[in-house]
C-alpha cells in the first residue's frame, strides 16, 4: 500500500504565503515524478507544477514567479511554496507522483487526498 499525504493548506488573505507538503509513505521502491494539481469549484483539475526525481521543476504560467515546487528524496516529500496568493488561487489542492512499490514492477501514479486553500479577506 502506498499513500500521499498533503498538509499545510489553510485560509489566507490575498498576498500572503502557504507552503503545502506532500509526503509517500508504505511500500516504495522509488519515488519518480512529483508533482501538485489544483481543481476549482465547477472546473477541471488543472496542473500546477511537476519536479523531476533529479530536481528539475516546471510551474505553469499562471502559478510562475508566485510559486515554487521542491522535494526531499530522502522523506519522498514534495513542497510547494505558494507565494503573492491571489483569490483565484482558491482550490483544492493535490499531489501527485510516480512510484515503483518493487524492483520489478512498472511505475504507477498515486494521488493525495487533496488539501483545501482559500485566499480570500
Known amino acids: 500500500q502506498v499513500q500521499l499525504v498533503e498538509s499545510g493548506g489553510g485560509l489566507v488573505q490575498p498576498g500572503g504565503s502557504l507552503r503545502l507538503s506532500c509526503a509517500a509513505s508504505g511500500d516504495i521502491f522509488n519515488v519518480g515524478s512529483m508533482g501538485w494539481y489544483r481543481q476549482a469549484p465547477g472546473k477541471q483539475r488543472e496542473l500546477v507544477a511537476t519536479?523531476?526525481?533529479?530536481?528539475?521543476?516546471l510551474t505553469v504560467d499562471s502559478v510562475k514567479g508566485r510559486f515554487a515546487i521542491s522535494r526531499d528524496n530522502a522523506k519522498n516529500t514534495v513542497y510547494l511554496q505558494m507565494n503573492s496568493l491571489k483569490p483565484e488561487d482558491t482550490a483544492v489542492y493535490y499531489c501527485?507522483?510516480?512510484?515503483?512499490?518493487?524492483?520489478?514492477?512498472?511505475?504507477?501514479?498515486?494521488w493525495g487526498q487533496g488539501t483545501q486553500v482559500t485566499v480570500s479577506s
Open positions: 519536479i523531476t526525481r533529479g530536481g528539475r521543476g
Open positions: 501527485n507522483a510516480d512510484i515503483r512499490t518493487s524492483m520489478w514492477s512498472q511505475s504507477f501514479e498515486y
